[in-house]
Nanobody, 118 residues
Framework: QVQLAESGGGVVEAGGSLTLSCLTD????????MAWYRQPPGKQREFVAR???????NYADFTKGRFTLSKTLKTNTFLLYMNRLTPDDSGLYYC????????????WGQGTQVTVSS
């Protein structure tokens, strides 16, 4: 029943920008923590940014000054604006939904591929 649909990935030149979208339903959007994670080729999944249900946000250090989260309430869309991309930003980007009251409960989308050329 819980569905997360990522989109917006693609191929971009270093220094370019890309916007990722995560579409979900109203209940998930309003009550769960929403976050972006990424997995570079051959590496472990890593945290990118999170928008908590209390509306506080958290960003990984490598995103500072380059990545920005946004939420569009009308369409239940969770956005990640990415600027000044580098080849190190390449990877499969996932949208997740979690509940702080239930640590073992987590949902993931299928991912969207981001490739930054040098």
């Amino acid at each position: 029943q819980v569905q997360l649909a990522e989109s917006g990935g693609g191929v971009v030149e270093a220094g370019g920008s890309l916007t990722l979208s995560c579409l979900t339903d109203e209940t998930i959007f309003k009550t769960y923590d929403m976050a972006w994670y990424r997995q570079p080729p051959g590496k472990q999944r890593e945290f990118v940014a999170r928008w908590r249900s209390n509306d506080r946000t958290n960003y990984a250090d490598f995103t500072k000054g380059r990545f920005t989260l946004s939420k569009t309430l009308k369409t239940n869309t969770f956005l990640l604006y990415m600027n000044r991309l580098t080849p190190d930003d390449s990877g499969l980007y996932y949208c997740s939904a979690t509940r702080e009251s239930s640590p073992g409960e987590e949902y993931w989308g299928q991912g969207t591929q981001v490739t930054v050329s040098s």
